[in-house]
């Protein structure tokens, strides 16, 4: 068993228990768009992520969708799905091309029941999305949209550990909740201050002290719950 996986849940646990859940795990590889599970719907598996980033996004009746979490090398894509039978009302997708270790629900939830040390670190886990899913519904409603997409390439970046991420412009207006026009509109003035560069449908984060600084306060509260996760539980 190699010594760390790269997921920092699954790095944080003891040997033992961590070797318990990688017995029944599989390694895959994830290209973007890959859809992980449906809206309203229990999956069959949950994925240790141990490179790229994950999505969550709800999509509305009527047409349209908005994203209202991100996941990366720090948790598990489906974790609510351990907490309770309720359905939740978002679907996860790949957002940056992932490498994973993926388990059935089944038998995660299984060890959930009898580990108190990973229905632990699960649990911080959930309370730091929670943290960053209070934060962001407050900011879409009351941030700008320049600051808006300033915190949230911070955040795609903080979870896939990469400058540079394949991002449509139709892809951030949805994940923003705003028109294509203004992610046209911001983006272009955040390359023009040279803190990113984006051609045919990369971007690529060049100063991420400049573009912290342009993000609204919201990045700095979501980025301390992430740093916050799974401090030595004997310190
Ligand atoms: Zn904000």
């Not at 962001?136 to 550990?161: G, I, P, T, Y």
């Amino acid at each position: 068993m190699p010594a760390t996986t790269g997921n920092l849940l699954l790095d944080a646990l003891s040997p033992e228990l961590r070797e318990g859940i990688l017995a029944p795990c599989r390694a895959i590889d994830l290209p973007n768009r890959t859809q992980l599970y449906e809206q309203g719907e229990a999956p069959a598996y949950v994925y240790f992520l141990c490179t790229g980033v994950a999505s969550l996004e709800v999509a509305m009746a009527e047409g349209g969708s908005a994203e209202v979490g991100l996941t990366g090398h720090e948790g598990v894509v489906g974790a609510m799905h351990l907490l309770g039978p309720t359905p939740t009302p978002s679907q996860a997708c790949i957002l940056v091309q992932a490498t994973a270790l993926r388990i059935r629900l089944d038998d995660l939830r299984a060890i959930f029941i009898t580990s108190e040390e990973l229905r632990g670190r699960i649990l911080e886990f959930v309370q730091q999305q929670n943290v960053a899913l209070e934060q962001v519904a407050a900011c879409n409603r009351l941030h700008e949209a320049e600051q808006r997409l300033a915190r949230w390439l911070m955040m795609c970046r903080d979870r896939s550990q990469q400058d540079t991420m394949t991002l449509t412009q139709e892809f951030m207006a949805d994940m923003l909740g705003t028109r294509r026009t203004t992610v046209t509109l911001v983006a272009g003035s955040l390359q023009e201050r040279g803190m990113i560069s984006y051609r045919r449908g990369k971007v690529t984060i060049l100063a991420p002290a400049e573009l912290e600084k342009a993000a609204c306060h919201c990045y700095r509260i979501c980025n301390n719950a992430l740093r916050s996760l799974y401090r030595p539980l004997n310190a």
